[in-house]
């Protein structure tokens, strides 16, 4: 993915997703960059973002797929994706809750490669009006 037309692509779908402050699915980043880049160069720009941990993706409750930036996200190459995910029954809205981190443990035989953890209730805002 080297060419100039990729790489804007790329630019604008990270900043689209860093300066939300909720979780974005791949319909809704569509829209938001689509004068810029089409729906598989999205597909396609989002798969490189997870590969390169740039991004991480969030499962929502039903099933789609959401992406989000944390501040993980800027630290390192080895870190994981290990707090919980909140999902609003109300907005919808899927944000990273980065202080709320998962341990598990489980048998030594199994080895974890992804963790998806998204409780659904009532986000703050919902929650005043
Ligand atoms: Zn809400
Ligand atoms: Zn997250």
Known sequence: MSNPRNTK???????EIANSSFALSQPELFERVKGTCDRVTVY?????????NK????????????????????????????H???SCVKCKKIECLEEQ??????????????????ISGICPSCSLS
């Open 9 to 15: 692509a790329k630019q604008a779908v990270l900043n």
């Open 101 to 118: 981190l998962i341990h598990v443990k489980l048998p030594d035989t199994y080895q974890i490669k992804e963790l998806f953890l998204t």
């Open 55 to 82: 991004i991480h993706k969030i499962v929502n409750i039903d099933g789609t797929i959401n992406y989000a930036h944390c501040a993980s996200c800027d630290e390192s190459h080895t870190h994981a994706h290990d």
């Open 44 to 52: 396609r720009v989002l798969d490189r973002l997870v590969t390169e």
């Open 84 to 86: 919980l995910h909140f």
